[in-house]
């Protein structure tokens, strides 16, 4: 079946600097969608994307759909204590049967003030 | 906003006994999901059901079933519960989407601990 792989699974960030996860896919996608989890909450919608190569900002934070649309990747600026969880991708693939996404594994954030 | 509401937080129940997490949403959604949510695992789908009285297995249905009678209300059974099913497990619901697919809403979650 279709996996979905994130990198990394842990990210320790001194707080002010970038990081950025990576979500990748066994297969081509026809969409792919984010979430963000705060300790011992649930996740939460972020964004979605649809296009090849298509690019979306949400203040600091930057999604990237590969041209391939097989990866996708979440890149945070100048991090903050707030930017604290587990970031989650999540793939619809072209070939899923009906509305069913595949999660990735996470990345686990942590900040250094 | 979407409430998706997981009737239970925290459970501990014995290895062979029955269980049922129930999950309630009040968006009028077509689609409900069950998740469980392990370390290093990420979500795992354990079942969905895209209408009324339709169920589709997931990516681990195995120890598992679930009922939907009613269109806001999505239940996962574990029928004997076992110690490596103690999990967090998490209820989502989604409008019917079109190809390009809708967000989903996740419930706060269920502890389960099984001794």
């Known amino acids: ?113 | 906003d979407v409430k998706v509401t997981q009737s239970s937080r925290y459970l501990v129940k014995r290895t062979g006994e029955k269980v049922f997490l129930e999950c309630v949403q009040d968006m009028d959604h077509e689609n409900m999901f069950w998740y469980r949510q392990d370390p290093g695992l990420g979500l795992r789908l354990i079942y969905f059901s895209y209408d009324v009285k339709m169920k589709e297995k997931g990516d681990i249905p195995e120890g598992y079933s679930v009922s939907r009678e009613k269109k806001e209300r999505f239940s996962l059974i574990l029928e004997s519960a076992s110690t490596n099913q103690t999990s967090m497990y998490l209820c989502a619901s989604r409008l019917q989407g079109a190809n390009s697919g809708n967000t989903i809403y996740f419930g706060e979650g269920s502890w389960l601990t099984v001794v």
Not at chain 1, 1 to 14: A, D, E, K, R, T
Request: charged share 20%; proline share 4%; glycine share 10%.
């Open chain 1, 1 to 113: 079946g279709q996996q979905v792989m994130q990198i990394p699974q842990y990210q320790h960030v001194q707080e002010g600097e970038d990081f950025t996860t990576y979500c990748n896919s066994s297969t081509t996608l026809s969409n792919i969608q984010w979430y963000k989890q705060r300790p011992g909450g649930h996740p939460v919608f972020l964004i979605q994307l649809v296009k090849s190569g298509e690019v979306k900002k949400q203040k600091r934070l930057t999604f990237q759909f590969g041209e391939a649309k097989k990866n996708s990747s979440l890149h945070i600026t100048a991090t903050q204590t707030t930017d604290v969880g587990t970031y989650f991708c999540a793939a619809r693939s072209f070939k899923a049967a009906g509305n069913k996404l595949t999660f990735g594994g996470g990345t686990r954030v942590l900040v250094k003030p």
